[in-house]
């Protein structure tokens, strides 16, 4: 009896813990959930809205950021581009009016008096000088050969250089040399050999003359730059 009686509290004790057990759990769910009044909920909303908005404004801003930094860079790039391409043209352009020093393979020749002793026709005697014509005329001989740069005695010739008798001396550019006359010329040097000394052209005629002449082909020659001023006084560039 006191067994039965023992075990029907044992049960009922059983059952009332476990409503008991079941009465926490779910106290403590219902704990766990924020129910939010109306005006809560708008404000809430709002302020996620508000939000979305700020992440799509900065958003903006940065993708307009990094276009100008794109811009930026590019419009940098080309300035040294440009730069870059003013400068190889200046570089150009100087090497085409006699500015800037150059070498490269080419020829040199020595022309140099013939020895005028014991000579006493007038005639013979000048024929056996070097005279601004016969300098005249291997310049023009060596531009038809394809002559790049040539200078006499270091002085640079440009197209507008002139060549004049001065007394015993030679006067180019304003400059007096005397002979021997050291020509180096910057070209193709087998091409330049080979027509200055063929038989139609000026050399023969010094040589003729007996003006000692010699003409070398170089693996580098030097021609330095021109030291002058360029100036026009006559011609002016046409306005488009």
Known sequence: MR??????????????????????ISLTRESSIVFLSSKEYQDAYSYRNQLVNNVSNLNKEYLKYLDKLYSYEKNIADRDKIIEEINNELTENKELIGYSELEGPGIKITLMDATTEF?????????????D?????????????GAEAI???????IPS????CNGAFLRINGIQISAPFYINVIGNKEALKSYMLAEENYLRIL??????????????????????????????????
Request: hydrophobic share 45%; no cysteine; charged share 25%.
């Open 3 to 24: 067994n039965s009686e023992a075990s029907v509290f044992i049960f009922i004790a059983s059952i009332i813990i476990g409503v008991l057990i079941s009465m926490n």
């Open 119 to 131: 000579v006493n026709d007038p005639f013979e005697y000048e024929s056996r000088l070097i005279h």
């Open 133 to 145: 014509r016969d300098m005249i005329n291997v310049v023009n001989d060596l531009a038809s050969a």
């Open 151 to 157: 200078s006499i005695n270091g002085i640079r010739l």
């Open 161 to 164: 250089s002139g060549i004049f």
């Open 207 to 240: 040589m003729f003359r007996e003006i000692q002449v010699e003409v070398t082909e170089e693996e580098n020659v030097r021609v330095p730059a021109f030291q002058g001023k360029l100036e026009y006084k006559y011609s002016k560039p046409i306005k488009e």
